[in-house]
């Protein structure tokens, strides 16, 4: 009898241990919900599992701050029950429980979530001055800039999402799509598209 449960004892600890090492190789792509809170790395994003939570707001920054201060866009501030704001300094992203946000040059929405994610990088860069006739003083104008950008899900590299790394890096492991662009004379109007099928013909997997 002892050593029937024993026997059970052991199996019932591999089973939950098969059962957390399953839990942990997960991927966020495959988690029926997203969990809310900061995520400190890209493995806590990756597998949906943000190591920290609180009254976590992203607050913008001007367009002044981020031209003449080389400041991002946003920030990350967490605010203490007394309601003092702490920003937050060593952090990957963040998820507020629909949506994630990953941290480059602030913090920016990640618009698909798969094999690929894309995301947008917004900014602003000062373009060259002009003159004021009223006060003759020379003024610069700050100019938005916007680039899409794509996230490795398995490996954490961060791409610009254009026809050359579409070509060289991604669509290489999808040779009937990838022979599909390479004839497309339009695709370079359609990047965002072939990530999407991309991600809708291939399912990561982490070893």
């Not at 988690?31 to 994003?45: I, N, V």
């Not at 976590?56 to 080389?70: D, E, G, T, W």
């Not at 004021?132 to 999402?161: E, H, R």
């Not at 497309?184 to 982490?206: G, S, T, V, W």
């Amino acid at each position: 009898m002892k050593q029937m449960w024993c026997f059970w004892s052991l199996l019932l600890m591999a089973l939950a241990a098969t059962a957390q090492q399953a839990q942990q190789a997960a991927l966020i792509i495959d988690a029926p919900q997203l969990k809310k809170g900061l995520y400190k790395t890209f493995e806590e994003f990756q597998h949906n599992n943000p190591s920290e939570e609180g009254d976590l707001v992203i607050k913008n920054r001007s367009s002044a701050a981020q031209i003449y201060l080389l400041a991002n866009r946003n920030e990350l501030v967490l605010r203490d029950g007394a309601g003092q704001e702490h920003k937050v300094k060593n952090y990957w992203g963040l998820c507020d429980g629909k949506n994630i946000f990953i941290r480059d040059n602030g913090l920016n929405k990640l618009e698909e979530i798969g094999y690929y994610c894309i995301y947008t990088l917004h900014g602003i860069q000062p373009s060259r001055g002009y003159l004021n006739q009223a006060d003759m003083t020379v003024n610069s104008i700050s100019t938005p800039v916007a680039l899409k950008k794509v996230l490795n899900v398995v490996t954490g590299q961060v791409l610009d999402l254009s026809a050359y790394n579409l070509k060289k890096y991604i669509l290489p492991q999808d040779s009937a799509l990838l022979e599909e662009f390479r004839y497309d004379k339009e695709k370079k109007d359609q990047l965002e598209y072939y990530i999407y099928r991309f991600n809708q013909r291939n399912k990561p997997a982490i070893e």
